[in-house]
């Protein structure tokens, strides 16, 4: 189930961003120049971070470009990966303390950051917790409150040690352990961006399992297209934003999850409770230039649901802009991106709040 879902958002990411957007009506101007820029188009699949990944550079620099961010995307997966047992955060976790490299360190704080922000919804020591669900294996369980309970005492970030000077990490409570799978991608993408820049790519795009960023615009200054899957709907978009320079970046219950007996449990916890957040959104997507933030927030305004949600993009309007989609089938979108998306279904706006 979910490499499908993986893969269909993939391709709906790819298929738009790429240029190559047959779904949607375009003027045969843009889709001239369009195809006069095939030539210099320079694109690579590849597998890495359990995500099927797609990444796109225009000129003459693509190639260069491209290879660099592979291995940085490589080079990364290696450092964060929590199945690898060789890597900096699996070493960590086995031994209960560790250094961490730079990039690391990096998104540790502002994972950290977020913890605090965003009122514990993220949390980057949920590990345990996944664990006991079965996540990391797909060995898929529903454990019970008891278990739950002692496990949420491994999730305190009061009892990790952490130096961003130094990179040292320790913990004081055995078992607990980090997890940085709801911020890493976006880190990711930030990364091939940086990547691109120092290639001198000005234009090009990133899909990692369906999690876009962008550099600059298409090369005939057209915004890209980025479509936003519907969450119930496998071959069907809520709609299409055009932006450049930008990370949109979408969390869902509906991406990895497991059933039993009727009832769906999904990979992204609620870290009061230890259970898959009992959220009334489906999805919840991030606009933002920062790849990052924008991945760290998908997870944690998922986890605080709508209202919650809604209040948290109406005092940090400044950073992002979201769309989100909720069990009772409302489309909501935030003001600041009201006027490039272009929504599928009826939609409301979130504006922003009003100061007395
Ligand atoms: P995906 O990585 O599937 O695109 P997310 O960005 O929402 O989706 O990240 C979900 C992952 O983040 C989970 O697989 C788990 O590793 C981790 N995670 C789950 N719940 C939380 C949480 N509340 N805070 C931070 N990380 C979480
Ligand atoms: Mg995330």
Known sequence: MLRRWIFVTVLCASMLCCGCSEQIAESSAIDETSAANEETKTTRDLFAMDTYMCLT???ENGEAG?????NCIQDLDARLSTGNASSEIAQ???????TLSEDTCAILQEALTLQRETDGAFNPLM??????WGFPTQEYRIPDASELQELLLLTDPENMQFSPETGTVSFSVSGMELDLGGIAKGYTSDAVMDCFRSSDVTSGMVSLGGNVQTIGTKPDGSLWRVAIQHPDKEKDFLGVLETKDCAVITSGGYERYFEEN???YHHIMDPATGRPADSDLLSVTIVSPNGI???GLSTALFVMGLEQATAYWQSHAETFDAVFYTTDETLYVTAGIQDC???NYPCEIIQE???P
Not at 66 to 70: G, Q, V
Not at 92 to 98: C, D, P, Q
Not at 127 to 132: L, R, S
Request: aromatic share 10%; charged share 15%; hydrophobic share 40%.
């Open 353 to 355: 709040e009003t100061k």
């Open 341 to 343: 998306f272009s929504a």
């Open 92 to 98: 960590l976790n086995a031994n209960g303390t560790g």
């Open 262 to 264: 009727g009832v769906r």
């Open 57 to 59: 550079a225009y000129g």
């Open 293 to 295: 933030l924008a991945d």
């Open 127 to 132: 590990y345990p917790i996944m664990q006991a």
């Open 66 to 70: 491209i290879t660099a961010a592979e």
